[in-house]
């Protein structure tokens, strides 16, 4: 890993004693324990903590910096020193292109962000590997709990957060835009619901608590038709319960899930407690970013990734037993594991010794496990990211649906030490970080456009929200009041993401550290996913010792998946990007009335002339949602009904035109 550059200028030590200061309330320690020399990493800051600490200095200093020029190999006076040239005028031209400014009317309808868009497309079975509902779900232990006064509580303080976050009242509507319903609108609020089993044996309360979870994980809540949460109380016996929530990705991210259940404890424990106000919401945040592809910055974030996509490899090719386009899975298989606080502890210190952060030495880790399991080296692996640009203090307080992915390729070398992998993991996520204008999704449709596919180019994700706590300021409390204690450690989930094949999700609960797969089932054989997840954990539980830093990574000899070897399964599929669908029309000109009624309505709705029957929709300059939209506004026009998996299969004017000659195929 490369250290941060020395700055060509020197600050003034009381602009980079300020700067010091942000990074002790940022840390929660005291600014004589920050050194004008030390990085923001080997205090105990990561790229999590950085955004927090960005919008901080924005608000103190007046000083709009991207989350590009804060590195968390940063010194507090290398970053002074930047803070400095930009105020001076002298800095490299890369300041934070948009300026946070509140909506004329809250009540007008605003776009989703790209990943909010691949989820929605998502709902209406357009990918392979959809579901009804894109979402999360989670209950935890509550003991000791005061059932008379619980759920009135707990319904006064959704009431409460809804009206603090508007969000919570998000409807999608069917072109694909969202809006926040008025509070006194009877459908806004989310509506607890209770089960009283506390007067049931053992083996009934079980029972009837399984079927609660899989009705919530299999039928999660979606904004499009009424609430984005579901949450659900259920009395157990013994002054215990479980607190269920399924919460819609279209609505709620990992970071937000950390504010939520903030705020709605804090609100639970007491009646009278007030949450600071907020300035801004998160349609403000949406709206602001529409002026984002009109800036310089994001031209040059997107000519960064434009002209390294040529270059990037397959999926790791990952041994598989079904076809992704043939199975229809209703839920993700689970694999977790725990690291105790104490063995967590020491890993994160011997990564702070190491000058990575523990995100990237558990990139590091899962990419060598998908290495051996695949038997290459290179390959694309897809990220979630808490990609909050920190155009107004209040955006970290904010819930909403702010994460978005990002592409990694992996090029492991042939017998590292795990040091330098994780730090070659530490640089190439920085690097990738420095040009987050562009999300992973934007990146995604511009590779499916030149590989000619339509089907998911990145299934395998990693997903890290190590540091939240830390960034909030807080974890979720101990006790909330009449909900009793709050037994984080006693948790059940599940997760549904479209597109996704295998996803490595990893977050802290009480000072330990949790990994969790989460995957279709139907994909994989078990024993490979139980060898393969076995194998990440072992790396992770050896990383707690000093020696396993310095120790040699066992990895493939082969570095592309098409050197990869016999080792396959009978079927002889491997994950990774299928052809692309073929033609099969002859090209020429538009042949009939409806081929032609398809060109003219493409040459609208895309503003470019159509004349080749052969022509890709998507190459035109179309993405998903506005395919979605096309075939939604055709089948209210009665030109016919074309579901978009079907458009997918031969998205030409010609294949549309079959399609829509044959309705109502489902």
Not at 112 to 121: E, M, N, S
Not at 198 to 223: C, K
């Amino acid at each position: 890993m490369t250290s941060a550059p020395a700055p060509e200028t020197t600050a003034p030590a009381d602009l980079v004693d300020a700067v010091r200061a942000v990074w002790a309330d940022a840390l929660e320690t005291d600014p004589a324990a920050v050194p004008a020399d030390a990085s923001f990493l080997s205090l105990g800051g990561d790229s999590v903590l950085a955004v927090r600490m960005a919008a901080m200095l924005r608000k103190r200093l007046g000083t709009p910096l991207a989350l590009a020029d804060v590195r968390v190999e940063q010194s507090a006076a290398q970053l002074a020193a930047l803070v400095h040239e930009r105020s001076t005028g002298t800095g490299a031209p890369r300041p934070l292109p948009l300026d946070l400014r509140r909506r004329e009317d809250p009540d007008a309808p605003f776009p989703l962000l790209p990943l909010q868009q691949g989820y929605f497309v998502g709902q209406q079975d357009a990918w392979e590997l959809s579901y009804r509902s894109a979402h999360h779900y989670v209950d935890i232990g509550l003991e000791d709990i005061d059932a008379d006064e619980a759920p009135e509580a707990l319904q006064d303080a959704l009431e409460r957060l809804a009206e603090h976050q508007a969000v919570l009242r998000a409807r999608i509507l069917p072109d694909g835009r969202q809006h926040i319903l008025p509070l006194d609108d009877p459908e806004a609020v989310p509506r607890l619901r209770v089960t009283d089993l506390r007067d049931a044996d053992e083996e009934t309360a079980a029972a009837r608590l399984a079927e609660i979870r899989h009705e919530m994980s299999t039928e999660g809540p979606d904004p499009s038709k009424g609430c984005g949460l579901d949450m659900r109380l259920t009395l157990m016996p013994g002054d215990r319960a479980r607190l269920h929530s399924s919460t819609s990705l279209l609505i709620v991210d990992g970071w937000s899930s950390g504010v939520f259940y903030r705020d709605l404890f804090a609100l639970v424990s007491d009646y009278n407690a007030v949450l600071a106000p907020l300035d801004i919401d998160y349609g403000d945040y949406v709206t602001t970013l529409r002026d984002l592809p009109g800036t310089e910055a994001w031209q040059q974030d997107r000519d960064w990734w434009w002209d390294r996509l040529d270059g990037f490899p397959l999926p790791p090719a990952l041994p598989l037993v079904a076809d992704p386009a043939e199975v229809r899975p209703t839920l993700m298989g689970t694999r977790q594991a725990v690291l105790d606080a104490e063995r967590w502890s020491d890993l994160r210190r011997l990564c702070t010794e190491h000058g990575v952060t523990p995100s990237a030495a558990m990139f590091a880790a899962f990419a060598a496990a998908v290495a051996r399991a695949c038997g290459h080296r290179r390959f694309l692996l897809n990220t979630l990211q808490l990609n909050r640009l920190p155009l107004h203090p209040d955006v970290s307080r904010l819930v909403g649906a702010f994460s978005s992915t990002m592409l990694l390729p992996v090029d492991l070398p042939a017998a590292p030490v795990f040091a330098d992998l994780a730090g070659r993991a530490q640089q190439d996520i920085g690097d990738a970080l420095a040009h987050n204008l562009i999300t992973g999704v934007e990146v995604s449709r511009e590779l499916g456009r030149r590989r000619g596919t339509h089907r998911p180019v990145a299934p395998v994700v990693f997903q890290s929200t190590l540091g939240v706590d830390a960034a909030l300021g807080s974890e979720v409390p101990q006790e909330a009041g009449p909900l009793g204690a709050i037994d984080l450690l006693s948790h059940h989930q599940q997760l549904r993401t479209p597109q996704v094949a295998l996803e490595v999700r990893l977050f802290e609960l009480r000072g330990e550290l949790v990994v969790v797969f989460s995957l279709v089932e139907e994909l994989f054989a078990g024993a490979d996913v139980d060898r393969m997840f076995a194998d990440l954990m072992a790396t992770v539980e050896a990383l707690v010792e000093p020696e396993a830093w310095a120790a040699v990574v066992e990895l493939p000899d082969a570095v592309d998946g098409e050197q990869a070897g016999p080792r396959r399964p009978a079927s002889g599929r491997r994950l990774s990007v299928p052809a692309a669908a073929s033609g099969g029309a002859e090209p020429g000109p538009p042949r009939d009335d409806t081929e032609r009624a398809v060109a003219a309505y493409w040459h609208e709705l895309l503003d470019r002339p159509v004349d080749e029957r052969t022509a890709d929709f998507f190459a035109l300059g179309g993405d998903s949602l506005l395919a979605v939209r096309m075939l939604a506004s055709l089948a209210r026009e009665g030109r016919g009904r074309v579901t978009p998996r079907r458009f997918l299969r031969q998205p030409t004017v010609a294949g549309l035109a079959a399609a829509l000659r044959e309705p109502d195929e489902r």
